[in-house]
């Protein structure tokens, strides 16, 4: 993957950030850094994608300057400035390269140490984020796990000792529920409707999920959805921070995300599920910033995605967001003390 800052070199990172890094990367006897554990699979949406959209017929896809001018190998299809949380996890884990997307083809030894099968735009409905585009939702990205699964000999041995992680949800509230054309589903379902169809289509694809080996689980609620710079600006917020109304109306989602986790602990005792609070960790990193409302680069008023080839702003340690929905790699880091103990737990 090319040179690259260790990761202490390149965080400006809370002294809690760094007791973590050394519960879960500790070094070996010969000084180096040994993974905590032998392999990571990754499902979830453009806050997690690594290159996925690249080749895929959609507007939502940022293979393009400035995207990834902080990352190691420039722009990669990341929907950041740099490193994503999930590949910000799995350097904490010791992992010495980073996770590659399925769309890139792995070879078998790659395979081995995990595949990133998230996608932008991409929810836990397959309608969810179409408007866009093509995207892989979260039921093909399971049959692309089944595919990497049956290259693996001895999988379900090899698989249990994984970590899997996966974020999904956003996209069924912001390119679906919540879209002024999506009147026929708001007509169907009422919030907490919407919500309960969310959580049973998500366990039905988590339960394949542990089929195919999965044991060791961490699932992400859904974010502040309300305080992204694209709904500010669409919406407005009534002199509120954030907008109050959105927000609400996804809480009943992450409600039910874990309770269900509650569920799988008690039907699959052999496993292990952790909830990742992702709106404790915007909470967190968002102190820590003076610009939290605006996008750090030039965004088009259709995809709220930086605009190819302009230059964004020059202080990107002092913005929350890099385009109108993501978080910059800084924002990414910061909200990882409230990510990193969940997953050790489940280690």
């Not at 350097?91 to 792995?106: C, M, Q, R, V, W």
Request: with cysteine; net charge positive; charged share 15%.
């Amino acid at each position: 993957m090319g040179s690259r800052r260790s990761f202490l070199q390149s965080c400006s990172c809370p002294l809690s950030l760094f007791v973590v890094v050394v519960a879960l990367a500790a070094p070996s006897a010969d000084g180096s850094r040994a993974a905590r554990v032998p392999c990571y699979f990754i499902f979830g949406d453009s806050l997690y994608d690594s290159g996925n959209n690249n080749n895929l017929n959609t507007s939502v896809k940022v293979n393009y300057s400035p995207y990834g001018i902080d990352f190691p190998a420039g722009p990669t299809g990341r929907f950041s400035n740099g490193r994503t949380a999930a590949d910000i996890i799995g350097e904490t884990l010791g992992f010495k390269d980073f996770i590659p997307p399925f769309a890139s083809n792995p070879d078998d030894r790659q395979i081995l140490v995990g595949v990133n099968y998230a996608s932008g735009s991409a929810g836990i409905l397959v309608q969810s984020g179409k408007q866009g585009g093509d995207n892989v939702d979260l039921s093909k990205q399971l049959r692309n796990h089944k595919v990497t699964v049956s290259r693996i000999k001895a999988a379900f041995e090899h698989l249990g000792q994984c970590l899997y992680i996966c974020n999904m949800g956003n996209n069924d509230y912001i390119n679906n529920y919540i879209l002024p054309q999506s009147t026929a589903i708001r007509s169907q379902y009422n919030p907490a409707q919407f919500a309960a169809l969310l959580v049973a289509r998500y366990s039905a694809q988590i339960k394949r999920m542990y089929e195919l080996g999965a044991r060791k689980v961490a699932l992400a609620g859904i974010s502040n959805i309300g305080c992204t710079p694209s709904l500010i600006a669409t919406v407005g917020t009534n002199g509120a921070p954030c907008v109050t109304s959105v927000n609400q109306l996804v809480a009943p989602f992450n409600i039910g995300l874990k309770s269900l986790i509650s569920q799988l602990k008690s039907a699959h005792p052999d496993a292990k599920f952790g909830y990742l609070d992702t709106i404790r960790a915007g909470i967190l990193a968002s102190q820590e910033f003076k610009v939290r409302t605006t996008p750090c680069c030039q965004v088009s008023t259709v995809t709220g995605l930086c605009l190819p080839n302009t230059v964004p702003c020059s202080q990107r340690q002092s913005y929350l967001f890099w385009d109108a929905f993501h978080p910059t790699e800084l924002a990414n880091r910061l909200g990882a003390p409230i990510l990193l103990p969940v997953i050790q737990r489940i280690l």
